[in-house]
């Protein structure tokens, strides 16, 4: 004998508070308390469309407060026309606007290799208009020359800290060659930043999806 439940939310007893709610449309299911036992890691949102010959990918971030750091994956990255160095700026949620010149910190180091030879370097700056999410340029096909980016974010949600970043970055350049680099920096003001902007400094940008995990506080 099957039994069917069917229901579109359950509750704490004696309590308005929800603790699941199950959408009838979709089926999606919402849990609205902890979880025991369950991940830290969630994903917030994800992308498989993929973006081609745009000026710039604008992806939101959770500033609930929920999360001690996200983590954004992008897949096969690399530029069309002139420029192949990557670039991010973030959105002020207070004001609704990116944050201006002068308001960004990055450092940054890779490594290169080549049929003829291995070069290393560094870049970065202080007071920018721009986090630098490079030391290499970024391929230019998604056949090989394209990287994979992952970009760690730390307190978006607070104005107490300055939000900071880590990438890493790794694939191959339009020469070919296999690329390695990573690196670090700050906004140089106290905001909630509540969404990322990440371009080319000349030219446009393709990339074939993104994944942006959560992971939860304790």
Not at 1 to 20: E, R
Not at 80 to 92: A, F, P, Q
Not at 195 to 216: A, D, E, P, V
Request: charged share 15%; with cysteine; net charge negative.
């Amino acid at each position: 004998m099957v039994s069917t439940l069917k229901v579109n939310k359950i509750q704490i007893p004696n309590s308005d508070s929800d603790v699941m709610s199950l959408d009838a449309t979709t089926g999606n299911v919402t849990f609205h308390k902890t979880v025991a036992g369950a991940s830290p890691l969630s994903v917030i949102s994800n992308s498989t469309t993929p973006a081609t010959d745009v000026a710039s990918i604008e992806i939101d971030l959770d500033t609930s407060g929920i999360y001690r750091y996200q983590e954004l994956h992008m897949h096969q990255v690399y530029h069309s026309g002139s420029g192949e160095n990557l670039h991010m700026t973030m959105r002020d949620e207070a004001t609704g606007s990116y944050l201006g010149s002068g308001l960004y910190s990055s450092v940054c180091h890779g490594a290169q290799q080549s049929s003829s030879a291995n070069n290393t370097g560094d870049d970065g700056g202080w007071n920018q208009d721009y986090f630098k999410l490079h030391w290499y340029g970024l391929g230019d096909d998604a056949t090989y020359r394209y990287s994979h980016q992952v970009i760690r974010f730390v307190d978006v949600d607070t104005t107490a800290q300055r939000t900071i970043y880590q990438f890493t970055q790794f694939g191959n350049s339009s020469g070919a060659q296999v690329v390695v680099q990573h690196g670090a920096g700050t906004v140089l003001h106290n905001s909630k930043n509540d969404r990322c902007k990440i371009f080319m400094r000349s030219g446009n940008i393709n990339y074939k999806g993104y994944t942006l995990y959560g992971y939860k506080r304790a």
